[in-house]
């Protein structure tokens, strides 16, 4: 393995701390701000590195910096949380067909149990402060109090919504004025809201 440069040593730190401190990588953006070079010139940095495989770059996403080496230090303190997409009827919430990718978050941050990650879309749950592009932080559990924000599988889709029963009805409700409640007889709760992340 090749060694790095000063510069290439200084990002390659750089995103070691930031990945430590958040959870997630910076994106080229970030380490071009930081180190007052241009996004194509953080970028050819990060292609450099990669190639003397120190880290791993996924085109076209962002934050998709993988570590190769010093991994074990700097995800120490960070779990691993499966982030679901769309959901296949029958199978278990985190069997591999529905997980996209797994990303890393602080431990401190998270409770305990079995946890998996939702990617919120949509702006049906805004007034509970749940914006489009989010990353909910759900507890695996098959039920849920009223009044708690559930992920409800809802044809195939996880949603998120406020849950209310009734001795007849369960009602899944938005948390926006421009979407209805949705009624149901029965409903199958995947989890409990714990943790909301945001990336800027």
Same mark, same amino acid.
């Given at each position: ?39 194509? #010139?953080? %970028? &050819?940095?990060?292609? +450099? $590195? ?13 934050? =998709? ?36 990718r797994y990303i890393q978050l602080p431990s401190g941050f998270l409770p305990e149990g079995t946890l998996f990650g939702l990617k919120v879309k949509g702006d049906s749950m805004t007034?509970? #402060?749940? %914006? &489009?592009?989010?990353? +909910? $932080? ?13 992920? =409800? ?48």
């Amino acid at each position: 393995m090749k060694p790095l440069t000063k510069k290439q040593q200084a990002i390659f730190s750089f995103i070691k701390q930031t990945i430590k401190k958040t959870g997630f990588p910076p994106t080229v953006r970030e380490i071009g701000n930081q180190f007052s070079i241009t996004v194509k #010139g953080a %970028y &050819d940095h990060l292609k +450099a $590195i990669e190639k003397k495989g120190y880290l791993r770059c996924e085109a076209g996403k962002s934050r =998709a910096i993988e570590l190769l080496i010093d991994k074990e230090d700097v995800y120490a303190d960070v779990r691993s949380i499966p982030l679901v997409g769309t959901i296949a009827a029958g199978i278990p919430i985190l069997a591999q067909e529905n997980i996209e990718r797994y990303i890393q978050l602080p431990s401190g941050f998270l409770p305990e149990g079995t946890l998996f990650g939702l990617k919120v879309k949509g702006d049906s749950m805004t007034g509970a #402060g749940i %914006y &489009d592009g989010d990353i +909910a $932080i759900i507890r695996q559990q098959p039920s849920a109090n009223n009044g708690e924000i559930v992920a =409800a599988l809802i044809d195939n889709e996880a949603t998120l919504k406020i849950l209310k029963k009734t001795e007849r009805k369960v009602q899944l409700l938005p948390a926006n004025e421009k979407y209805n409640p949705i009624t149901t007889d029965t409903v199958t709760i995947l989890g409990v809201l714990k943790a909301l992340f945001r990336t800027y």
